[in-house]
């Protein structure tokens, strides 16, 4: 199914939708405000397990990140951290940054690596918040890849729909997406360290 939902405005209706979708174990392709990402409910291990195999890895050898819905909601999966770290994500988010944060015994163990840590995302898109709004937990967040040499990810949800709807049951419409993903922070550490830079500046959140 291809689901058109408005970012500025999104339908209410729809977002029960979708959020059915994932309780039942449904796994969905969704905006954020960086690139287009395959997800489903961190608490569905089948649907983790299927998102694994659209991309082509072991579950538990991948990097989903989890998106959350406030800074509220992060504290309820990570270990406490520092208060500079969390002066730096209240500036961040919603926002394009994955912080790396130590993991609770919250966090499904599918999602923890070996070092027991976890990615964290609030995206700028309303869409993916009011998803998790309507859910009651996070859902985990993959980016949707581009074979194409030149684009790395795939921003047109049309496209999108067409290559992947065979292997999910949703792809949600939320109008073109960008092509850069979001810039990924350790913050296990005494300082904040870039492991990837994407969209958004650490500089603009110290």
Known sequence: ??????????????????????????????????????????????????????????????????????????????????????????????????FILNANNQVPRIFQSRKKTVGIRVPDNSIARDIVRELGNPIISTSVYDEDEILEYTTDPELIYEKYKDLVDMVIDGGFGDNEASTVIDCTRDELEVVRQGKGLLEDIL
């Open 1 to 98: 199914m291809l689901l058109r939902i408005y970012p500025e405005n999104p339908n209410s209706r729809y977002i029960q939708l979708v959020a059915g979708c994932l309780r039942s174990g449904g796994v969905i392709i969704y905006p954020t405000d960086t690139v287009y990402a395959i997800g489903c409910d961190i608490y569905q291990p089948k649907a983790v397990e299927r998102v694994a195999q659209i991309k082509g890895i072991k579950a538990e050898k991948a990097n989903f990140s989890l998106i959350c819905q406030d800074l509220s909601h992060i504290s309820d999966f990570t270990r406490p951290f520092s208060t500079s770290v969390y002066k730096s994500m209240k500036k961040a988010l919603p926002g394009p940054f994955t």
